[in-house]
């Protein structure tokens, strides 16, 4: 890892962000020849003002450097530069990628990025929305990018996990703080059969400012990024705007008209976003850039198990909004306390999942 020192070294230095690395680099050619060179020579970099020549001119590597390399090595994660060969070429394209990427995981070619986010407070559509249409886009070729935040994100790396596929999740913190703490285990499931990735040092915290941060390497890794679920002003929309500005595809999912969290995807649509309604209608958009079979049929629904008379009575009921346990033995005619006993059994089948508050819907795999 000798070779990381001067990488580390140069983005230590007070007034050299990712822009004027990236410049440097391109002048230069290396952090090592950076460090080496003249202040003169330095000077002659757009950005570069004498005083912070001279603050670059062999600046000295803190003894920070060391050990966060140590530290990297003894987690066992990988910390990858913009040389490196598996740096996602499509993040190479932004203005300001980061200098450098600390993975949890496997860091391959992508043949098919896309981001999806959304609200962190998800209705139960938007989860099991998002869950199906992850769960498409993996099992035709796509890996999921997401942000691991409670809510839209979570769904999405759970639905490319439940559909055997990979995906990819960007940290607004350092990997040494999960965050949310309650995705720690999400972040191993993620880190065995895709990768975690930050470009923030191990013990970074997740502050505010290091979110938005986050979002463009989130839509700079992908072909396109879908919005499920967006409150105006929120996060996931910057991250739409910053895949706009990238020249990548901006996709937003339909939701109710009566709730806050459709109010943002909406506009998307309005303003040109193109309206998902099924992993199809994304692969149609970026089919040109894809290394997958042109045509792509939306996947269906698994059959159900076998099902009691009075489970397939009940089921016939439920769909994909919660419904209150009062309210389906109004419509069964039937006491709750029978109706629990048949709600169990489909529960323990898998074909409906339970809200708290004791208000159920449908398995997002049973749905047509």
Known sequence: MEHLIPWL????????????FNRLIATFETPAKVLAASV?????VAGVKPELARRIHRHP?????HRELAAVQRKGYDL?????PSYPSLLLQIPDPP???????????EPCPVAVVGSRNASAYGRTATHRLCTDLVRHGATIVSGMARGIDTMAHRGALDGGGRT?????????????PQNLKLFHEIAEKGCV????????GPEARHFPMRNRIISGMSLGTVVVEA???SGSLITARLAAEQNREVFAVPGNIHTANARGTHDLIKQGAKLVESAQDIFEEIAAQLVVPDSCEAVRARPLPPLSAAEQALLAIIGTDPVHIDALALQMDQSTAVLTDTLSRLEIKGVIVQEPGKRFLRHADFID
Not at 11 to 19: I, P, T
């Open 9 to 20: 070294t140069l983005k230590s230095v007070a007034g050299v962000g990712n822009l004027l």
């Open 40 to 44: 003169a020579a330095l000077s002659q």
């Open 61 to 65: 590597t803190p003894d920070g450097v």
């Open 80 to 84: 990858i530069t913009l040389h490196d």
């Open 99 to 109: 200098p450098l990427l600390y993975v949890n995981g496997r860091l391959s070619a």
């Open 168 to 180: 990819i999740a960007v940290l607004g913190s350092g990997l040494n703080h999960v965050y949310p």
């Open 197 to 204: 990735v930050s470009e923030l040092p191990l013990d970074a």
């Open 231 to 233: 409150a105006r002003k």
